[in-house]
């Protein structure tokens, strides 16, 4: 099979082998046609029934949808088939059959709910939307890379198996490790603020964070991707331009290389890469704004955190991506840097989408003695964070970053109604398995 031709790449003229799955067989009567469908899109296969060998037509139009099939013939010119070609085959081989009875229907003509097609995510990701999803994530993904390359930022990569939890607020997974009592990673937080006082000084990393969430939410999972990036010698001012910088490069690089996926998505108009400058309105402009929208049914006070209705209708406000800047020390973990001139104001920022946040990040405490006495105020005991606090002993470079949740990036970007379109096998109360 290595000499095979994708389908999108048999010109007229050609003698092909193809490989791919039986998308659909109509049988006209003495002319059946067989559409096999592969990673690159679709290919129409003609069996003229008087003309042919007979084993040949009955194996090709009688194979079950969805088995495998490798064809090989000569490609030509037709302006009623699909794509404009068609094969006019030689051998038709069923390299694996399906069983005639399938658990969603690939070709998309019998809607599947999303539990089914989670739990068959093997033949939903054949449906040209499920799969241009990830198509798109995978872009996503490998633009983040290259624009933190850019940036002069090394990729890292940080345990998952941990000791302590670093994010207050969701609950931490306990696993066994030795017959010691360990955790899933909730953030790379630690190490990645560990590596920018190494020789490494900014850092970037792609990789899993699990939430032990109680809630189930079209916006939350127990495992999430997180992209996360850390610098030493910036501020938070310049972790927003990095995190912004991210974004948009996320965005330009979908619309230049996933047309086709956009189409598939039906977004092929609406989409649109962000060109001006993310606002940055400070937490008390922003509580201000809330308020102001007269869409709350209490108004928010200082300290306060932005509930979900909130947060949407500044959102609506807003418009865009913007910042909130300047929270409340209070809200923030113990590892933000509060403002040199207001302790009660921390460095925490947050990117958010007009409907969700997307991004936490902030400048770093990065002075030791400082650091050791948040730990205490929030109840933490510094012991266990020893390996971590020991190293700001040691020459700690003042440093900022930030934590971008790729699939809310994704399914923001998409307008995808639940963060589970994002993920291949999402994790999240009801689903271990697949
Ligand atoms: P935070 O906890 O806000 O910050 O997480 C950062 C971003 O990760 C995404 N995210 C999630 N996505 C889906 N399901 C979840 N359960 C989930 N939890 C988080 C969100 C969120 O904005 N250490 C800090 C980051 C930093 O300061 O660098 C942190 O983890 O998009």
Redesign the pocket.
Known sequence: MDDRTYTADAEPGDHVTVAGWAHEIRDLGGIAFLIVRDKTGKIQVKFAKDEMDEDLVETGTNVSRESVVQVTGSVEEEPRAPTGVEIVPESVEVVAPADPELPLDPSGKVDAELPTRLDNRTLDLRRDEAKAIFEIRATVLAAVRDYFRSQNATEINTPKIVATG??GG?ELFPITYFGQEAFMN??P?LFKQLMVGSGLERVFEIGP?F?A?EHNTP????E?T?I?F?SAFIDHQGAMDVCEGALKAAYEAVAEECADELETLGLAEAFEVPEEAFPRLSYEEAIERVNATGDLDEQLVFGDDLSTEAEKALGRDVGGHYFITDWPSEVKPFYIKDHDDDPDLSTGF?MMHPNM??????QREHRHDELVAGFEQQGLDPDAFEYYTKMFRYGMPPHA?????G??LVMTMLGLDN?REAVLFPRDRQRLSP
């Open positions: 670093t994010e969701t909730q953030s937080q964070i939430r969430e916006r939350h999972l127990n999430a997180s996360d850390e947050d946040e997307l991004v936490s990040g902030g970053g930030f934590g971008l949740g699939e809310r963060i």
